[in-house]
């Protein structure tokens, strides 16, 4: 049995918070070197499950979220700050502080623009946005996570269709430069939407090679993409809950008659040093001693921050891994970002 613990936002903590968290330091000793994702944390997770690379993110999170588009090509479609550079447009951030009645307002407005385009979109929660049409568009997109915090103009929608979904992207932005949502934002001191990021399109039918997974996942875009894996593949969804563990996790998997399953467990957006000592000692240092227990025979631990998302995996110790790993015990340490 496989576990794969997704810990969002994890990397992003203080280094002397981390540095300080042992079971860091065990499973960095363990899982011998980070795989750095450029992708972001959602492809460390479809390439933690053994899937194809090109799998399609959009469509797996809409499901996951509660949107089934059917046969439709779904993108994600991420409100953004997009803010003038010398040269070109930076990507800022994401904009995920939208109350429902401001969410439901800019739907609105995208939604009546672009209705003779046969493009739809809806959003699951302020938080989580996509556009689905029946027609698939002949462009390829960027990640989020790659495009972030970077000038937007080499990472811009491509292709044959790539000109027109340009023109949208810039018809976008005159639509909210003034929309009365973002008016009332920018006057109580809170960043408007000037942008919407397309990417991670595809198909449902396109989303092959997934494994039938048992998740438990908290509320958030990684929690959206993990069900709705378990959703399309034949899997099933937990309900996340402060009472769960690993060792919960595990059981209910062995009680399922699931022994060889791959159990998937999505946490809670980590926001705070406290939140990685939590985390450490509710779900690390347990999935740990599963682990060494030979209770779970690999663990994966998948986190992201500050531009880097990476992956470590490891397998049950060795007596002289264990060893080993007391005598010359080591700090964690947050991996490079990879260079652009």
Not at 73 to 77: H, L, Q, W
Not at 220 to 234: E, I, M, T, Y
């Given at each position: 049995m496989q576990l794969i613990l997704v810990a969002p936002g994890l990397l992003a903590q203080s280094q002397a918070a981390l540095a300080a968290t042992s079971s860091l330091a065990s499973l960095a000793q363990l899982g011998a070197t980070a795989h750095l994702h450029a992708s972001g944390i959602a492809a460390a997770l479809i390439d933690a499950l053994g899937a194809p690379a090109d799998t399609p993110i959009a469509p797996l999170a809409a499901l996951g979220a509660g949107i089934d588009a059917g046969t439709d090509?779904?993108?994600?479609?991420d409100p953004v700050l997009l803010a003038a550079d010398r040269d070109d447009l930076i990507l800022v951030q994401r904009i995920d502080d939208l109350a429902a009645d401001e969410s439901g307002a800019l739907e609105t407005t995208l939604n009546r623009h672009f209705a003779s385009d046969d493009w739809r979109f809806a959003a699951a929660r302020p938080d989580a946005w996509f556009a689905h049409s029946p027609r698939a568009p002949a462009i390829t997109t960027t990640p989020f996570d790659a495009a972030c915090a970077k000038g937007v103009f080499p990472y811009l929608p491509r292709g044959a269709d790539g000109g027109v979904w340009q023109r949208w992207q810039n018809e976008i932005g005159m639509l909210l430069h003034e929309h009365p949502v973002n008016v009332a934002r920018e006057a109580a001191g809170r960043p408007g939407v000037t942008g919407i990021w397309f990417w991670g399109g595809g198909r449902l039918s396109d989303a092959v090679g997934l494994p039938a997974i048992i998740v438990s996942a908290a509320p958030?875009?990684?929690?959206?993409?993990?069900?709705?894996?378990?959703?399309?593949?034949?899997g099933s969804v937990d309900a996340f809950g402060v009472a769960a563990s690993p060792s919960h996790v595990v059981e209910r998997a062995q009680s399922a008659g699931n022994a060889g399953a791959t159990c998937v467990v999505v946490t809670e957006a980590i926001a705070s040093d406290a939140a990685v000592a939590a985390f450490a000692a509710h779900w690390l240092r347990p999935a740990l001693d599963l682990l060494e227990r030979r209770r779970i025979d690999r663990l994966t631990v998948i986190a992201d921050g500050n531009g880097v998302a990476a992956r470590w995996s490891a397998t049950p110790p060795t007596l002289w891994q264990r060893v080993t790993a007391r005598l010359h015990r080591q700090a964690f340490a947050v991996p490079a970002a990879p260079s652009s």
């Open positions: 090509y779904v993108f994600a479609a958030g875009r990684v929690g959206d993409l993990a069900r709705g894996v378990a959703r399309h593949a034949g």
